[in-house]
């Protein structure tokens, strides 16, 4: 997809005014136990798969964090996790990010940033795992965020992208007709367009998982080549 400079504004900034409304009970919608919390185990159980083949623990980036959900129960749960980097766009959810990592006092390992996904703000080679679940379908620019995946990876560093499945009938109603209806300013991928994505942008060893029915979620573990 492209956009006008004009176009790309307004759509972050549309980003911008949902999750400032939404970050206030963001952790107590229903969002979270119908779509939220299935990714989340869906990448937890990846990550301890790779621990049980012998996988060093990670330095781990998540894209689009919310609240830190994720990258706390990564910690809680012990899976191979050196340290982590939660980013976020809203200032709001990073905020209510920060409050969840001091009170289980895990400031020390895992820290929160405001930042862009079309514009990470880290070196090169920097982190061996980028996570990004359920936030991709607000990117104006998804070409661009997924190359800045690629950037801040190690070599053989390893992608774990989820967002709604729209393939088949149910996905296509909730994503295609309503999520885009009531949010607007957001895409959701085919499997072909995030495989085609993928791959354009030095990925390899791409596979691809379909999970849950209502709503359906789409898995793409990828790796840097």
Partial sequence: MTFSPTHHHEWKIAAQKHFKRWSEHYDRDII???????????????????????????????????????????FLQNCPVESAVGLDMSEHMVAHAQVKAQKLKLARRLRFTIGDAEHLPFPDHSFDLVTC????????????AVREMHRVLVHQGR?????????????????DLCVTRVENHVHHCCAARFHELLQQNGFANITQHVFGICPPALMNIAQVE
């Fill in 133 to 144: 679940c359920n936030s991709f379908h607000h990117y104006p620019h998804q070409d661009r």
């Fill in 32 to 74: 979270n136990i119908l779509l939220f919390n299935p990714c989340y185990r869906r990448v937890l159980g990846q990550l301890r798969h790779w621990h049980r083949r012998g996988i060093k623990p990670l330095r781990i980036l998540d894209i689009g964090c919310g609240t830190g959900t994720l990258l706390v129960r990564c």
């Fill in 159 to 175: 992608l774990i992208l989820i967002d709604g499945s729209r393939d088949d009938p149910i996905g296509y109603f909730i994503f």
